[in-house]
């Protein structure tokens, strides 16, 4: 079954700090992986889009990286800000059968002062 | 250029009525997907639509229904709603299919459902 596990759950950090996101996937065969930006109530911005052959992508202060390997990904936030609150869905989509995208249930940062 | 819109934003329902809910894609899209969203869940894939087709259903029962017009646009219809439906329902367009790669999909705000 392909599933897509993010951790942590939750987490609070500091405005001005660094954090790490992770996820982990099962899906199989791999095609693209990408991460979400979902503010409360409102539907998910995405933040980016990796293919197999792309280990780091960059979109601001947002890094995200990729190891179709051991079939792990992170993103990186630089210094945050408030504005930064929200949580951070990570969704993966195989090929063939597996095409269609495979949402986790995402990690809910809170960045507080 | 308006971005993905849905009607209406927020509905409340009883057990055993149906609902309808509205999805205009963004002009060129010719992917539409809906997604269920229970609070504090990730979206779970329900339907996916391109060129009028449907081309993937999740695992929803057969309650659950959509379509998708000549102008792309997409209605999704749920019947004999129980609690459970209860959720933030998501729709999601795209160029292409939505799980292809570089196939940026954008969501639009989302329909609340509340179901008592």
């Known amino acids: 079954k392909n599933q897509v596990e993010q951790s942590p759950q939750s987490l609070i950090i500091l405005e001005g700090k660094n954090c790490t996101l992770q996820c982990n996937y099962t899906v199989s065969p791999f095609s693209n992986l990408r991460w979400y930006k979902q503010d409360t109530g409102r539907g998910p911005v995405s933040l980016t889009i990796?293919?197999?052959?792309?280990n780091t992508k960059s979109n601001g202060r947002y890094t995200a990286t990729l190891d179709a390997d051991t079939k792990q990904s992170s993103l990186h936030i630089t210094a945050s800000q408030l504005s930064d609150s929200a949580s951070y869905i990570c969704?993966?989509?195989?090929?063939?059968?597996?095409?269609?995208?495979?949402f986790g249930t995402g990690t809910r940062l809170q960045v507080t002062l | 250029d308006a971005g993905v819109t849905q009607s209406p934003t927020h509905l409340i329902k009883t057990r055993g009525q149906h609902v309808t809910l509205r999805c205009s894609p963004i002009?060129?899209?010719?992917?539409v997907s809906w997604y269920q969203q229970v609070l504090g869940q990730g979206p779970q894939f329900i339907f996916q639509y391109y060129e009028k087709e449907e081309r993937g259903r999740g695992n929803f029962p057969d309650r659950f229904s959509a379509r998708q017009f000549p102008n792309y646009s997409s209605e999704l219809n749920v019947n004999a709603l129980l609690l459970g439906d209860s959720a933030l329902y998501l729709c999601a367009s795209s160029l292409r299919l939505a799980g292809e790669s570089s196939n940026e999909q954008f969501f639009g705000p989302g329909t609340r459902l509340t179901v008592l």
């Open positions: 969704v993966v989509s195989g090929t063939g059968t597996a095409s269609k995208l495979t």
């Open positions: 002009s060129g899209h010719k992917s």
């Open positions: 990796m293919t197999f052959s792309e």
